[in-house]
Structure formats: structure tokens, C-alpha cells
T-cell receptor, first 111, second 115 residues
Framework: ETGVTQTPRHLVMGMTNKKSLKCEQHLGHNAMYWYKQSAKKPLELMFVYNFKEQTENNSVPSRFSPECPNSSHLFLHLHTLQPEDSALYLC??????????FGPGTRLTVL | AQKITQTQPGMFVQEKEAVTLDCTYDTSDPSYGLFWYKQPSSGEMIFLIYQGSYDQQNATEGRYSLNFQKARKSANLVISASQLGDSAMYFCAMRWTYNNNDMRFGAGTRLTVKP
């Protein structure tokens, strides 16, 4: 248990649906991250927020839209996804330049 | 180019034996951090151990130790006295001090501990 929670743990959605992934941490960390983990590919950084401000967008398609309303919560809004977007989406938080602590992930399946 | 390489897709080890998981990296920057994470089948990435590029001694955390050879740009993870619960994917990762947003992961090694 790292103190980073993610909901839902599993999500199945159609290509026309709109859904959101939620990440929460009460560790006092100032940085939060979204990663995508596809089968047989290294973990890919998607977005970074520092003190609620987006500081990194790693060329992610606009069908993924992040939101960070406060330093404890991070959302990933999904719309008109493609089957190739099916993956494990991991959220992480960090107090600074040191270790990132990960949540359990949301396993997303796009039909 | 910043790159992390794990050349062992899969490894087997007998319970109670030690095992070494390889990790090499490529960077021209002098200041960086190296990490190892464990990912069981449940999906969560569990932080195991950290080594800073200027640390003089190899990092150790319980049964985990990091064999850091800076000149060779390698940061191998050694797990001593393997347990069945150690069966998982293991990822090596690197983070640069100049841009601490950027954390790169290797492709991972699947470790299976045999009883």
C-alpha cells in the first residue's frame, strides 16, 4: 500500500463512450503523473503535474485529457478512444526529484 | 540518448537462492538517479531501491541490493534468499536531476521463483 489510490481498477468502454479515471494521494506530494503500460512495451509517461500545473505532455493524443483540481487529485478523462488505447494506466506521485510512488492502476479495455 | 536496457526478458531462480537482474543505461549527464520497481500480477509498481549517481556506496534495502558500476553504466539488482512472493516483473528506471519529470523505464524482466 503506497498511499496512492486509483479508481476504477477495471474499465471496459466502447469507442464512443466518455469515462474518467481518478487518482488520489494524501501523501503531501507535489507532483503527480499518468503513465500508460501496454503489453510488451516499456512504461510510457503521459502527463506530469507539479503543484497542480501541467508541466509535461508527452505528445499524448487529445482524446486523453488530464485534470488536476488540487494537489491530491488527478483525473484522466477519456473520450472516443481506440482499441489500441487498451492498457494499464498507472498514476504516480512524488515529493520531488526522488522516488515516484505508484497506484494499483486501472486496466482499461476499449471495445 | 537517454536509454535504459534490460536484456533478460525472463529469469528463473530456485527458492532461497540469490539472483541478479541486469540493467544498463546510457546517458551523458552526470547527475541522475536509478530505481528498481517490482510489479506483481496485480499491476501495482512497488518501489524497491534507489541509487544516486554520486552515491559512493551501493544501495541496500533488506534482501535487495544494487550493484552500481558507474564506469560500466550498469545498475544490477541482486535479490538474496529468493522467496516465492518475489515472482513478478522487475523494472529498472532512471531519472535525471536536470529534468526530474522525465523518468525512463526499461522493458522489464519477469522473474519466476521455483519451489
Amino acid at each position: 500500500e503506497t498511499g496512492v489510490t486509483q479508481t476504477p481498477r477495471h474499465l471496459v468502454m466502447g469507442m464512443t463512450n466518455k469515462k474518467s479515471l481518478k487518482c488520489e494521494q494524501h501523501l503531501g506530494h507535489n507532483a503527480m503523473y499518468w503513465y500508460k503500460q501496454s503489453a510488451k512495451k516499456p512504461l510510457e509517461l503521459m502527463f506530469v503535474y507539479n503543484f497542480k500545473e501541467q508541466t509535461e505532455n508527452n505528445s499524448v493524443p487529445s482524446r486523453f485529457s488530464p485534470e488536476c483540481p488540487n494537489s491530491s487529485h488527478l483525473f484522466l478523462h477519456l473520450h472516443t478512444l481506440q482499441p489500441e488505447d487498451s492498457a494499464l494506466y498507472l498514476c504516480a506521485s512524488s515529493p520531488g526529484i526522488h522516488t515516484q510512488y505508484f497506484g494499483p492502476g486501472t486496466r482499461l479495455t476499449v471495445l | 540518448a537517454q536509454k535504459i536496457t534490460q536484456t533478460q526478458p525472463g529469469m528463473f531462480v530456485q527458492e532461497k537462492e540469490a539472483v541478479t537482474l541486469d540493467c544498463t543505461y546510457d546517458t551523458s549527464d552526470p547527475s541522475y538517479g536509478l530505481f528498481w520497481y517490482k510489479q506483481p500480477s496485480s499491476g501495482e509498481m512497488i518501489f524497491l531501491i534507489y541509487q544516486g549517481s554520486y552515491d559512493q556506496q551501493n544501495a541496500t534495502e533488506g534482501r535487495y541490493s544494487l550493484n552500481f558500476q558507474k564506469a560500466r553504466k550498469s545498475a544490477n539488482l541482486v535479490i538474496s534468499a529468493s522467496q516465492l512472493g518475489d515472482s513478478a516483473m522487475y523494472f529498472c528506471a532512471m531519472r535525471w536531476t536536470y529534468n526530474n519529470n522525465d523518468m525512463r523505464f526499461g522493458a522489464g524482466t519477469r522473474l519466476t521463483v521455483k519451489p
